[in-house]
Nanobody
């Protein structure tokens, strides 16, 4: 049973930083991709970033490139999302997700495993 548990959300002023964590358990994640998605009120869930568990290769949405960094700690089975230069439009519930490493990294429908989400609010 795969479990993903996010933490680290909160309220921050524009220009500030937060680091989200996703603790993964229930299997080995070799051959998997770990992703971060977000969903703002009234909007579709959208791709933020992903990392290949084996290679460490990373992928980002254009809206966060240069501001967010995804990383993973294999020993701790934890994925991080470092978010800098936060903007009010980054306000959303952030979700961690996992899928087998194939297909399109940004396609939320390909991810069968999801965490419960953590709220990030950026004030102006």
């Amino acid at each position: 049973q795969v479990q993903l548990v996010e933490s680290g959300g909160g309220l921050v002023q524009a220009g500030g930083s937060l680091r989200l964590s996703c603790a993964a358990s229930g299997r080995t994640f070799s051959g998997y991709v770990m992703g971060w998605f977000r969903q703002a009120p009234g909007k579709e869930r959208e791709f933020v970033a992903a990392v290949n568990w084996n290679s460490g290769r990373t992928y980002y949405a254009d809206s966060v490139k240069g501001r967010f960094t995804i990383s993973r700690d294999n020993a701790k089975k934890t994925v991080y999302l470092q978010m800098n230069s936060l903007k009010p439009e980054d306000t959303a519930v952030y979700y961690c997700a996992a899928k087998i490493s194939s297909g399109v990294y940004g396609n939320k429908y390909e991810y069968p495993y999801w965490g419960q989400g953590t709220q990030v609010t950026v004030s102006s």
